[in-house]
């Protein structure tokens, strides 16, 4: 195996929202209320393969449409005193209206 680059933006191909608290190994805070984020799985634009993640926060699936182009930024899944674990999450790179 070895690691390869991949495009860092794409089009919305499908989203969803997941309003459940997954289970291990996803890092939450059980004394928090769960917030609800959106899914998006986006096809890649030079490589026609579909990769899946979350939505930047604030972005909701009633701000996402199929096809709108997208944009892979740095995001925090979770952060405790000792460890800041990182992802990547998906930014529309125009704003629905």
């Not at 291990?24 to 026609?48: G, K, M």
Request: a negative charge; aromatic letters at 10%.
């Amino acid at each position: 195996m070895e690691e390869v680059p991949l495009s860092r933006r794409g089009r919305v191909w499908s989203y969803t929202d997941s309003r459940y608290r997954p289970p291990s190994p996803y890092v939450t805070d059980p004394e928090l209320p769960w917030e609800p984020y959106a899914l998006i799985a986006v096809e890649l634009e030079s490589e026609r393969m579909v990769v899946l993640g979350q939505a930047v926060p604030g972005i909701t699936v009633a701000d996402l449409a199929v096809g709108m182009e997208v944009e892979v930024v740095p995001g925090v899944l979770h952060e405790d005193a000792e460890t800041t674990w990182t992802t990547w999450h998906w930014r529309p790179t125009e704003v629905r209206g």
